[in-house]
T-cell receptor, first 115, second 114 residues
């Protein structure tokens, strides 16, 4: 079946512009996660959703970052007024439910470059 | 706070040699532990997971890992390296509670020499 998909695969933007990153989870997966992978920080958790609600936003680096999920499916991560330090690969993952050891399935990521 | 430490950011082995990638975790209670592999320009793929059912866990592509509570370790091994094993490997721990979020180690790049 179809895996987690993310778009765009690559995004180059100018400093100060806003960007939107999209994640389509595996159908039926209720939990959705966003991570960021950068050279200096490795893999960092950003936010997760259970259904459409986001109980844990603790990983969002600043108030320029926000995310939403609609219909319990697609999620959008928005970065406002991008900075060069936002350059990274943004990974999305989904799983069947929050609890237990259900594994997270990762998408290919969106590579964001802020110039 | 829970954390994961991967010893060695780069490991180089010859084709056919033993692969050993080290992972240590800090946790006050037995955690859920995972190994993921990332090939160039791809997302993360689960190799194996520890769920407390058995201390020796077998995964895909001939990899296995052993959970050792006394050493707080979860090292990844493969008896014989193949060129296609060259990739970056991440150890991760799932936080206790219901968040489900993973805390990753810094990753180990495995190089396989012919």
């Amino acid at each position: 079946g179809a895996g987690v998909s993310q778009s765009p695969s690559n995004k180059v933007t100018e400093k100060g512009k806003d960007v939107e990153l999209r994640c389509d989870p595996i159908s039926g997966h209720t939990a959705l996660y966003w991570y960021r992978q950068s050279l200096g920080q490795g893999l960092e958790f950003l936010i997760y959703f259970q259904g459409n609600s986001a109980p844990d936003k603790s990983g969002l680096p600043s108030d320029r970052f926000s995310a939403e999920r609609t219909g319990g499916s697609v999620s959008t991560l928005t970065i406002q007024r991008t900075q060069q330090e936002d350059s990274a690969v943004y990974l999305c993952a989904s799983s069947t439910r929050l609890a237990g050891v259900n594994e997270q399935y990762f998408g290919p990521g969106t590579r964001l470059t802020v110039t | 706070a829970q954390s994961v430490t991967q010893l060695g950011s780069h490991v180089s082995v010859s084709e056919g040699a033993l692969v050993l990638l080290r992972c240590n975790y800090s946790s006050s209670v037995p955690p859920y532990l995972f190994w993921y592999v990332q090939y160039p320009n791809q997302g993360l793929q689960l190799l194996l997971k520890y769920t407390s059912a058995a201390t020796l866990v077998k995964g895909i592509n001939g990899f296995e890992a052993e959970f050792k509570k006394s050493e707080t370790s979860f090292h990844l091994t493969k008896p014989s390296a193949h060129m296609s094993d060259a990739a970056e490997y991440f150890c991760a721990v799932r936080l206790s509670g219901n968040t489900g979020k993973l805390i990753f180690g810094q990753g180990t790049t495995l190089q396989v020499k012919p």
